[in-house]
């Protein structure tokens, strides 16, 4: 599943605008900070470089569901994906 979806997902639909700069903003820091710490070490700790790929596939994240057209198709269904995946967590809850 993609970060987008889950930090959405109790977003009201007149901020996701804004929460998604906020967010962008947060993954670039996160990103900028873990290269500054991690530097040369990434090409051998395979640990950090995960997480740097963590980091830059939860920046990119909003890019590839709108590239694959999973953005236009759950504003314009009634039962998005979104709504199906909360179906399911609550169908597996109880």
């Known amino acids: 599943m993609s970060r987008y979806v889950t930090r959405m997902l109790n977003v009201k639909p007149w901020l996701k605008p804004l929460a998604l700069l906020v967010y962008m903003a947060n993954d670039t820091r996160k990103i900028i900070?873990?290269?500054?710490?991690?530097?040369?070490?990434?090409?051998t700790d395979?640990?950090?470089?995960?997480?740097?790929?963590?980091?830059?596939?939860s920046l990119i994240s909003p890019f590839y569901l709108w590239k694959n057209g999973y953005l236009t198709g759950a504003t314009q269904n009634n039962n998005s994906d979104v709504e199906s995946q909360v179906i399911s967590v609550k169908l597996f809850k109880s």
């Open 33 to 43: 900070r873990h290269l500054l710490k991690y530097g040369l070490k990434l090409r």
């Open 46 to 57: 395979v640990i950090a470089a995960c997480e740097l790929e963590l980091y830059i596939n």
